[in-house]
Every structure is written in C-alpha cells, then in structure tokens.
C-alpha cells in the first residue's frame, strides 16, 4: 500500500520476507477455523512493483503513485472441508476430510520513483545543489568539488500563489546511461517529474556540448524524457567573465529550441523569475506518462591490474 508517511525503501535492505498469518483449524459442531490475518505492506508513494518470473524475466504488477492506493500481491490458500461437506443421508459422519491449500509465494522487486513537478539534472559542479537551496530553501551538500550529491534531494518551492515540488538529481556524465558515474541509478526519478530543468555551468568553455551531452544521456536513459517540457539555465552571472558571455551564450543555445533563463544561485539574481517560470511550466505540463522504467545499467570497468601485480 502507498503510504505518504513512508520516505522510502531502506527499510527492505533489512527485511526481505513477509508472511501472512495461517488459518485456524475448523472445530466441532460445524465450526470454521479463523481466517488468516491480511498483512499489508507500506511503501513509499510512487512505488512500482514488478514480479520477478523464474526466467529471470520482470513484469511490472502495479504503479502505486497515489496515497492509500493498494495492489494485492499474493493471495491466501483456500481452507480445508471439514467431514460435513461430504455427509450423505446414509454416512452421516464420513471420515473424510481436505487439508487447507497452500498461500501464493511471490519474488518481487520495489522501485522507487519520486514523484516530483521539477528535476534538475546538470553536469558535475554546475550548482545543482546551490540552485535547489535558492529555490527552495533546502539544504543539501554543497562543496566546491564534483559529485557532491550522492542520492536526491527534495525542496518545495513557494513563489507565493503557487507550490510545487523540485529534486536535485546527481551528476550526469557523458555514458551515465551505461552506469557510468552517479547518475544513472538516480535518473529514474526523472521519470515522474513533469519539467526538467537543463542546468548549465557559466565557466565552461563549450556550454553547447554540455547541453548536448545532457539532452543525448537522457534520451538513451528513456526515450519518454525528451518529450517532458524542459528549459535550460545558465548558472553563475555573477561571475564577470560569465556575465560577459551572457549575450553569447544566449545566441548559442537558442537553436536548442528550449527556453532559455540566465541565474546566479550564489546571489539570487534571476530565481524569482525561474521559479515563476517553472511554476507556469508545471501548470502547462501535460499529463504524465507513466513507464515501466526498465533495467538500470550498471557499469563495471575491468581492472588495470591484479591485485598483488
């Protein structure tokens, strides 16, 4: 059952097997054994459940992406017949009985997607994490080094007549949807959110490659995320030699046919006007479309050398 008050899924990294209770034995005169009690299962919101088949295969059960919203997994055994359904007229009491029959047994696997308005992916030490706490008022890791956010950060966002929800996902790199990197394990929740935001470092010396880099890594993630509503933001004006670039770079990255804000986390300046926009984008965003996510690609470079060489 999807549970708003459940943050996420670290608890099953502790406690893999669950199992409902048994019946009762039927008694005398008639009497029916109890019937098991039900065991219910919370997750957390935007949870999907998938059943792993013995081939190895997995097919998606349910998507609970609303509070309170169940899906049954396995179901209990039938309860035995006790003699008195095999009486006749002429055997009142046969010595005949049914054993009760044995409950479903599922492997199943949980996936956790947040379910959020806006995700910002960027580049290493583009001010993911700065550009989140300006928004929002969040505090996540901030450090002058790349890879700083290690799992998604959460903020709402309150431009004063509208509230929505924004996550700072880990760093893409260029092969992130092989694996490769941080980013990868986490653009899953990118999936939900209805508007992406394409943050972009001011200092870089080719910003139009780093667009590049970010809109092909999340096309070959999913090809669903191209078509989310997107705009790019240039961080760090307040940097002279950025603001200096400002008219450049804004004639570069037009033909990227996004839309196109210029900020400073570490100032404020141009937040309030891209909270503004991300609110109308929300609010313009069509429906989601839910996927089925698929397998995470996991990289796995062959070591240089032996151990002990």
Avoid at 46 to 65: F, H, Q, W
Avoid at 77 to 85: A, D, F, P, Y
Wanted: with cysteine.
């Amino acid at each position: 059952m999807a549970d708003e008050n459940v943050a996420d899924l670290s608890s099953f990294r502790y406690r893999k097997v669950f199992q409902a209770g048994n019946g009762g034995q039927g008694g005398r005169q008639k009497k029916h054994g109890a019937r098991g009690e039900d065991i219910i299962v919370p997750v957390p919101v935007g949870t999907s459940v998938y059943e792993r088949m013995p081939e190895g295969r997995e097919v998606l059960i349910a998507d609970l992406n609303r509070h309170k919203e169940k899906v049954l997994v396995a179901r209990g055994g039938r309860g035995g017949l006790g003699n008195v359904h095999f009486a006749t007229p002429r055997n009142q009491a046969p010595e005949r009985a049914t054993k009760g029959e044995p409950g479903e047994e599922r492997h199943l696997i949980l996936d956790q997607r947040l379910m959020v308005d806006v995700a910002i992916v960027g580049l290493p030490n583009s001010g993911k994490s700065s550009l989140l706490e300006a928004l929002s008022g969040a505090r996540p890791k901030v450090a002058e080094y790349p890879f700083t956010t290690q799992r998604p950060v959460l903020g709402t966002v309150n431009t004063g007549t509208e509230i929505f929800t924004a996550v700072e996902l880990p760093a893409l790199i260029e092969g992130s949807h092989q694996g490769k990197g941080l980013g990868n394990h986490f653009l899953r929740h990118s999936e939900r959110a209805r508007v992406l935001v394409l943050l972009l470092d001011g200092t870089s010396p080719d910003i139009v490659r780093d667009v590049d880099i970010l809109k092909r890594e999340l096309s070959l993630y999913h090809p669903s995320l191209p078509l989310k509503r997107q705009i790019c933001v240039v961080n760090k004006i307040d940097i002279p030699e950025v603001r200096a670039r400002m008219a450049e770079m804004e004639a570069a990255l037009r033909g990227a046919g996004k839309e196109l804000r210029f900020v400073s986390a570490l100032s404020g300046e141009g937040i309030a006007e891209l909270a503004s926009d991300l609110s109308r984008l929300v609010r313009q965003a069509p429906p989601e479309i839910i996927t089925d996510g698929g397998p995470i690609a996991v990289f796995r470079p062959k070591p240089k050398f032996r151990r002990g060489k």
